[in-house]
């Protein structure tokens, strides 16, 4: 009403306030007038389905497609026997240029390195990256997952940062075969820091070089703060509880040291910059490609890193109304979900990037962090996820998407009929014996039962190549509904 009075107040047609965004760009039709824009897609979504349900061949590659056409940055972890070969093809087919880490290499410590900030906070950085890094490792043991203790975890920080920041002030970029030597060469003494070994071992010589530049620089104050903490107050942590943090520290920074994890991600000459390619006026496609079924942990690793590599530096990333946005594409996120997931998905929209992942069910993000307060921490995430479509999903995922729905009041009817008995035929005649009713109420109901999804079409000839799945997006309204049914065609 009051956008026609201001319609004829104005004396012709509205004019939107807001100037035209590349963000208003249509990505995915939804069917009828309705479309996924990509300023939907930086408020990022999440793809659920069972194995078999066409969640990556349906609705995952459609917006793949679009945002080839779109030419939109994009960072995929393509982590299935030939997604990276298919995608590369699509790219090109669609005159983008590409970049495909595995093919290529990048060093992931100086990737996370900020120019512009000080060796203190750089330290932080990478001290942050490994504690993610045997997050995600951690997960894939038996027993892993769970809280491994606070105490463990801050004393493992420390060590990291300090070391990191050892061989910053020393004018180094740091590496994980260094920091591993370095730890492992740490006194276990008083005495032994006056032994003539130590004075050739890999830690003195860092922090010979630190103590030089520091002096150089203005610097003492930091060295003093790093060589006391390794010197002085690690060396006094009971030798047990010391080898526990070490190990802890080598668990998540050995499989940087060798094997393809290392000639990937943590390469001493990089064939690549995965941050000046992401920082480009125009970002090319860039494809990770490792198969978690074949390459397990070192998959794991590189997704990590090159995932956790793109957060930071988008983040970074001076923002203008013209800036090309940037999405991050995974599928089975559940092998690498991770506290930078959070951070970023938070924030991202403000940095005209978006997160797309896909998994199997509710209860894969949830296996992943399985106490309270890790259950907590994934409903988070997944409130920063604004789209969410449902495949054929498993029953516990449909009634979580049920719940996100909420109920409504809805009209319920009823009745009986029959008779008492009669004296004669006429009774039965004229129902003077009838003792039928009806009745009417209101109930609170679910808006979509768990069991309508039971039935959706999964792709393949059977289903003539056609997936369907629930659409649901909050702030959007469907037929007076925030959810819509989308059906996609695997052939295009």
């Known amino acids: 009403m009051f956008g026609k009075w201001l319609k004829k107040l104005r004396g012709g047609k509205r004019v939107s306030s807001r ?19 990509l300023r939907h897609a930086v408020e990022s979504a999440i793809i659920f389905g069972q194995p078999g349900s066409g969640k990556s ?56 390195m900020n120019p512009n900030a000080d060796h203190t906070t750089n330290a932080i950085t990478l001290a942050k990256a490994v504690r993610t890094l045997k997050s995600v490792l951690s997960r894939s043991k038996p027993g892993g997952g769970g809280d491994h203790g606070e105490y463990f975890v801050g004393n493992e920080d420390r060590l990291n940062e300090n070391t990191f920041e050892a061989h910053l002030l020393a004018g180094q970029i740091p590496s994980a075969q260094g920091a591993v030597e370095f730890i492992s060469s740490l006194p276990h003494d008083a005495e032994h820091v006056r032994s003539e070994g130590f004075k050739h071992s890999r ?28 010197m002085v107050e690690f060396v006094a942590i009971p030798q047990k509880t010391r080898g526990t943090f070490q190990a802890g520290v080598y668990g998540a920074l050995n499989p940087l040291t060798k094997g393809q994890a290392a000639r990937t991600v943590a390469a001493a000459a990089p064939s690549l910059k995965l941050s000046d390619l992401l920082l ?10 490792m198969n978690y079924g074949t390459d397990g942990d070192t998959a794991r690793a590189v997704h990590t890193l090159v995932k956790l590599v793109t957060h930071v530096v988008l983040m970074r990333r001076k923002i203008e109304s013209e800036t090309v946005p940037i999405l991050c594409l995974a599928d089975e996120i559940q092998n690498i979900i991770s506290e930078s997931d959070w951070a970023f998905a938070s924030e991202s929209r403000g940095y005209r990037a978006g997160s797309i992942y896909a998994t199997q069910s509710i209860n894969s993000l949830f296996a992943a962090y399985p106490n309270e307060a890790g259950r907590a921490a994934v409903e988070t995430l997944l409130g920063c996820l604004n789209t969410k479509v449902i495949c054929l999903p498993d029953y516990q995922t449909a009634v979580w998407a049920s719940n996100q729905l909420g109920k409504e009041l809805r009209p319920f009817f009823g009745g009986s009929g029959g008779s008492g008995g009669y004296e004669s035929p006429s009774d039965l005649l004229y129902g003077t014996k009838s003792n039928a009713s009806a009745s009417f109420n209101m109930q609170l109901t679910e808006i979509l039962r768990p069991e309508e999804l039971a039935q959706l079409r999964t792709g393949g000839p059977r289903n003539k190549y056609l997936v369907e799945c629930l659409w649901l997006q909050r702030g959007r309204s469907f037929n007076g509904y925030p959810f819509t049914f989308v059906t996609f065609n695997q052939k295009g």
């Not at 609705?59 to 070969?85: C, H, M, T, Y």
């Not at 480009?280 to 490609?289: D, G, L, N």
């Open 203 to 230: 830690c003195h010589q860092v922090l010979a070089a630190a103590f030089v530049r520091a002096k150089q620089n203005g610097w003492m104050a930091d060295f003093q703060r790093v060589h006391n903490a390794l």
């Open 57 to 112: 061949s349906g609705p995952l590659a459609a917006i793949l497609a679009a945002a080839f056409r779109a030419n939109v940055g994009i960072v995929s972890l393509a982590a299935k026997p030939g997604q990276a070969d298919a995608e590369e093809a699509l790219a090109r087919k669609h005159g983008r240029e590409v970049f495909r880490i595995g093919k290529e290499s990048i060093n992931v410590f100086a990737e996370l």
């Open 280 to 289: 480009r006026p125009a970002p090319p496609v860039i494809i990770s490609e």
């Open 19 to 37: 100037h035209a965004d590349s963000l208003d760009q249509h990505l995915v039709h939804l069917g009828g007038k309705d479309w996924w824009s």
